[in-house]
């Protein structure tokens, strides 16, 4: 790929993304990767913010490309752009480099550090207004932002493009951008299987209308070849449950399936492709019948 890569990085909320335009502008790079999504032209041609995910492992994995089809859906639109060189943000070197590998990049040719740009007051600066009012600055024109953040709002960029007010009343941000890995300074995190049989069993016989969980299988779903490498695709459940007998079964399996879906990818971090419930029986309480 004839492609120029180079990095701006800087601890998070230093800044980087408010300084992300210019520091492009003056290496020429015409593409931005930022925080899951390609920017080219000054438009969000492809991915998915970080900042959509509900959960910190979730926004991790989605900042460096690693949830299903995210690299791929951005490796095409960079295939299909063509630009001559992508300036990527990242909290460190490492990161950096692991979001250019996900995207099957040329190496990284220049590194460009925040501190080297901005003054302490600027990152102090930056650092109240996103741990304390929860502002992001993502570098595009608000315009922008709006098919890409369908349901939530986004804080005014006036910092970018002057004082002139922008309207803010339907583009405000939720404080949820985690771009740092949150385990990149104390090593690998490794989930059992065993763990999440176990939260799946408990989350199950939490329900007032299960009376007993007779089996829990776990399976891992992956997309690729050997050639190219296989990208994990999160994690099907399969449970077999008794449930008391009165109950509406469809309704209440859809229920069971909801529940366990959001609270397994929000404790783990996995993303759950399916949940299968098998009925094995009912139970009847004595005098029920």
Do not use: C
């Not at 960079?78 to 943000?89: F, G, M, V």
């Not at 003054?119 to 930056?126: D, G, L, N, P, R």
């Not at 397994?264 to 759950?272: C, H, I, P, S």
């Amino acid at each position: 790929m004839d492609i120029d890569v180079i990095a701006l990085v800087g601890p998070s909320g230093t800044g980087k993304s408010h300084k992300a335009l210019r520091v492009a502008h003056s290496n020429q790079a015409d593409a931005i990767i930022d925080d899951g999504l390609l920017i080219k032209d000054g438009k969000i041609i492809a991915g998915t913010s970080a900042k959509k995910e509900m959960n910190k492992v979730l926004a991790v994995k989605r900042a460096i490309f690693v949830l299903p089809g995210h690299a791929k859906e951005v490796r095409e639109a960079i295939e299909e752009s063509k630009p001559k060189r992508i300036l990527i943000l990242g909290t460190s070197e490492n990161m950096t480099q692991r979001i250019a590998k996900a995207l099957k990049l040329p190496e990284i040719s220049k590194y460009v550090y925040i501190e080297d740009i901005s003054s302490k007051e600027e990152m102090e600066e930056a650092r109240f207004h996103r741990l304390k009012e929860g502002k992001h600055i993502i570098p595009v024109p608000t315009v922008e932002l709006q098919p890409h953040f369908s349901g939530h709002l986004v804080n005014s960029l006036k910092s970018m493009f002057g004082n002139k007010p922008v309207d803010t009343t339907r583009r405000r941000v939720s404080g949820r951008s985690i771009v740092r890995p949150a385990f990149s300074y104390y090593g690998k995190l490794l989930i059992d299987d065993w763990a999440v049989k176990s939260i799946v069993r408990h989350l199950l016989m939490d329900d007032e209308n299960v009376t007993k969980v007779t089996e829990v299988k776990l399976d891992h779903v992956y997309e690729g070849n050997p050639t190219d490498g296989y990208e994990d695709q999160g994690i099907e459940v399969t449970a077999s449950v008794v449930l008391s007998y009165g109950k509406h079964i469809p309704s209440l399996v859809q229920q069971l399936q909801v529940h366990v879906k959001e609270h397994v990818e929000d404790m783990t971090g996995m993303l759950v492709q399916g949940v299968n419930i098998t009925i094995k029986a009912l139970f009847v309480q004595p005098g029920r019948m």
